[in-house]
């Protein structure tokens, strides 16, 4: 589930069944996300800074041969940034 921090704070780590017992309900029933919704998200979801030793995890460490220098540019300035 995912919520704003103020009411993630306050929902910590209750389950959404006893969300009721905090005066909270949730918009709609929680669900697994299809390949093809991930895939369509996926450039959302990529952080704009990366520590390296999260960019094998992330795949960043595979570009295609024709952007390589492109790729080495892009991470030399986020590691500056660390």
Known sequence: MTSCRKCNGRKGSILPQHLKQ???KLLREPRVPT????????EK????KVH???KPFLGMHMVP???KGA???FFNEIDESF
């Not at 979801?45 to 704009?48: A, Q």
Request: glycine share 4%; hydrophobic share 40%; aromatic share 8%.
């Open 22 to 24: 905090i005066g909270m």
């Open 35 to 42: 390949k093809w919704e991930l895939a369509a998200n996926a």
């Open 45 to 48: 979801m990529v952080p704009k």
């Open 52 to 54: 390296s030793t999260w």
């Open 65 to 67: 041969e024709d952007h």
């Open 71 to 73: 790729e080495e540019t």
